[in-house]
């Protein structure tokens, strides 16, 4: 989450945007790896069991909320209403049907992000045996209906959730029933961050089919190994999926990316309070100003976390292209994308996994894949996404190995993943069958809390 506050120097030029980029280039021995990891919360108890986690009330998540506050967290509050929280360089937030993320701080070593997100889930098991709720690890909620998902009070999210319906027919699925495990890593330059942002969005395919795990919609079978990476092509075209320009040489890749921000519509500005910005674009507000206020570089730093591409660009770069999945896989997702993204050698041969394919193809590829995950195969050809996979993962660890071989290990359920064709999303399909889908049974066998 972007949190906003205090005074920000307003914006001069397009100058001041790509510097916004080019100030946070750190040197490849500093390079560090940030995960973020969203959980769906689910009630448990007689009459209760299986609905969702609300904001309020005595079962509510605000009691979690309250609790960290207790424990030294700082809150940031909107109105009484605890939004997010901080400690140190790690921050909790809340999604919009009150999914809870906890973003680590950054880590150089996948067995420190292990200790503070077992450190994190340790604290909130407690708070949660309290209010009678699980947090589990998938990407879909798979009980109950959309209407049945509170929407949290987080003023941002009024906002959207009237405009991005305009945009997309499944928005308020995404806002309310998803949920995520992201990636964020370090870039050195322009040229560096070009080079990665190409590496994941040619890689972001296979990275969906390898942590599929959301098959389950409404309870019942959904035809999709990941309904929600689905949902996100269903979204607002103008700040979604892939961009046609990471797979192109020309120019300043900071500019380039500038460029493609500027004319996006903006959902707010904020000043004291989240003012609706009418489809205003970025570049209109640069120049015309907004109700009687001039852009800032916050609302530049704002507006660039409200963008959704596959892979997105901030003073750093969000790999986003993954289901939320077990603790295991959550500690391998640094792992693997340190091995190829980390590694010059490793970076080239993930590119050249798909470089022969159009932008077309890769669309083609991507729906696919959403729909048969590792069993999908390239357009016009019979290679599998499950044959790439393997070939990725075997390239990031070749990765590891010269940067820092500790890591190796973090990739096993990968590979696990990888070489039998087994997602999990197809295990808890399996899951779902054996107990006919009842949340009584299901869910104790889900949660982090097992």
Aim: proline share 5%; charged share 25%.
């Amino acid at each position: 989450m972007y949190l906003v506050g205090g005074k920000s120097p307003e914006v001069q030029s397009k100058s001041d945007l790509i510097r916004f980029f080019s100030d946070a280039c750190t040197p490849r021995e500093g390079w560090r790896v940030g995960t973020e990891n969203e959980m769906l919360g689910f009630l448990s108890g007689p009459s209760f069991v299986g609905k969702p986690v609300p904001y309020y009330g005595p079962r509510g998540l605000n009691n979690i909320l309250e609790a960290l506050e207790a424990n030294g967290w700082a809150p940031v509050r909107e109105a009484d209403s605890i939004i997010a929280l901080t400690c140190h360089d790690a921050q909790v937030s809340i999604e919009p049907g009150a999914q809870l993320e906890y973003a680590a701080r950054p880590h150089s070593h996948s067995a420190d992000l292990a200790k503070d997100l077992r450190s994190f889930l340790d604290f909130i098991r407690e708070p949660s045996a309290d209010i009678g709720a699980h947090w589990i690890s998938s990407g879909f909620r798979m009980w109950g209906e959309l209407d049945d998902v509170c929407w949290v009070p987080k003023f941002r999210y009024n906002i959207m959730r009237d405009y991005l319906p305009t945009r997309g027919d499944l928005s308020h699925e995404m806002m309310k029933r998803t949920a995520t495990v992201q990636v964020n890593l370090d870039y050195s330059s322009a040229e560096d961050a070009r080079r990665k942002m190409r590496a994941v969005m040619s890689t972001t395919s296979l990275l969906t089919a390898l942590y599929a795990n959301s098959p389950v919609v409404d309870g019942k079978r959904s035809g999709y190994q990941s309904y929600r990476a689905h949902i996100w092509t269903r979204m607002d075209p103008d700040r979604c999926g892939l961009l046609d320009f990471v797979f192109e040489d020309e120019g300043n890749f900071f500019e380039r990316y500038t460029e493609w921000a500027l004319d996006v519509p903006l959902f707010f500005v904020h000043r004291d309070s989240y003012l609706p910005a009418g489809g205003m674009t970025f570049r209109e507000f640069m120049r015309d100003g907004f109700e009687g206020y001039k852009a800032t570089m916050d609302d530049w730093g704002l507006h660039l976390s409200t963008l959704f591409p596959d892979a997105r660009m901030k003073q750093y770069l969000e790999v986003r292209g993954c289901d939320a999945n077990s603790f295991d896989m959550t500690l391998g997702l640094g792992a693997l994308c340190c091995g190829f993204m980390y590694n010059d050698e490793a970076c080239k041969n993930a590119i050249a996994l798909t470089e022969s394919l159009s932008f077309e193809q890769r669309i083609d590829f991507g729906d696919l894949v959403n729909k048969e995950g590792l069993q999908a195969r390239l357009p016009g050809s019979s290679i599998t996404a499950q044959e790439l996979a393997k070939e990725l993962v075997d390239i990031s660890a070749n990765g590891l190995r010269r940067i820092d071989p500790s890591e190796l290990p973090f990739l096993d359920p990968i590979r696990e993943v990888a070489e039998t064709g087994r997602s999990h999303a197809t295990r808890l399909l399996e899951l779902w069958d054996a107990h006919n889908g009842s949340p009584e049974k299901i869910l104790p066998l889900l949660s982090y809390h097992q």
